[in-house]
């Protein structure tokens, strides 16, 4: 098979196709401080050390937890690490996840993220869309306002760019059109129901970013290295059942990009392994026949 490009373009940002996710830095729940604050700091240097230059995070991880961590380990930052956050979202007192999804409010968090960040301006702000059926909200704030305020942020000089986070192809098409430069969505080898929005973001030259790579530990999605087929690649390969999750996903199309996240340096330097593992046509057509 053709090797696997290791790059991508994302809005003018050159990333590494393997970046990080910040997210399983806070405490249970995303909620607290982490168990081991110093384990947390050596893993983000350690990150930089791989090479990885795409991080991904969120004020509302933790809160703020993961954004001090970031800027604790890192700052004052490489030039060329990009730093991709998200908006569209508050936490309770209790832990609950709280939108906030009006324009006001998209703009007031991103600047409290470059704020928390310590930079002068966030690279890449993802807008996380929290539909009504989502949130149980009676007002509905129009898509395309979000957008606005989006592109405001862009034109006052607060990100650079912006993308979507948990969109269908309907306002991934409307989002990209408005100036998107990336679509995050829930997607992997087992959960493949988002293969249109991919396939938008492909044509249209787009990064597409999936979250629950490997499958959610909340149970949105079955765990793509308990799946047989995804063991018996593993072991013929002499590889992770993870890396082969992850393998699959850089191979299945270009604009990729991923951000496992995890709280341990032997799984970060197994995740990052997988720039170097390419899967043989066999290997591939294994993991997508039919279950047994």
């Known amino acids: 098979m053709d090797a696997v490009k290791t790059t991508f373009d994302m809005g003018g940002f050159q990333v590494d196709r393997v970046g990080f996710g910040a997210m399983q830095f806070p405490g249970p729940g995303v909620m607290g401080p982490p168990q081991d604050k110093d384990a947390a700091l050596a893993l983000l240097r350690r990150v930089l050390e791989l090479g990885i230059n795409h991080i991904d995070t969120a004020q509302f991880y933790g809160p703020k937890v993961s954004n001090e961590l970031i800027r604790e380990a890192l700052a004052p930052y490489p030039s ?36 928390t ?18 949130t149980g909200a009676a007002d509905v704030v129009p898509f395309d306002e979000q957008l606005d305020a989006m592109r ?36 992997n080898l087992l959960a493949r129901h988002d293969e249109p929005v991919l396939e938008l973001c492909r044509e249209r030259g787009v990064a597409y ?20 087929r995804v063991i018996a690649v593993a072991e013929r390969n002499g590889i992770t059942p993870a890396q082969v999750g992850l393998a699959w996903l850089l191979q299945h199309s270009e604009n990729i990009l991923l951000i496992p996240g995890t709280s341990s340096v032997q799984h970060l330097e197994e995740n990052t392994a997988v720039r170097d593992i390419t899967l043989s046509q066999d290997d591939v057509d294994e993991l997508e026949s039919p279950a047994r």
């Open 152 to 187: 405001r942020l862009v034109d006052d000089g607060v990100i650079t760019r912006f993308g979507v986070s948990t969109v269908d192809a309907a306002r991934a098409a409307q989002a990209i059109d408005a100036g998107a430069v990336c679509v995050q969505n829930a997607y």
């Open 117 to 134: 960040l310590g930079l002068d301006r966030l690279p890449v702000m993802n807008l996380r869309y929290m539909p009504p059926e989502e």
């Open 209 to 228: 970013v999936p979250y629950f790579p490997l499958g959610s530990a909340f149970g949105a999605t079955p765990r793509v290295d308990a799946d047989p």
């Open 80 to 115: 060329d690490l990009v730093i991709v956050s998200k908006t569209g979202a508050t936490r309770s007192a209790d832990g609950a996840w709280v939108p906030q999804q009006r324009p006001e409010e998209l703009i007031a968090d991103t600047k409290a993220n470059v704020e």
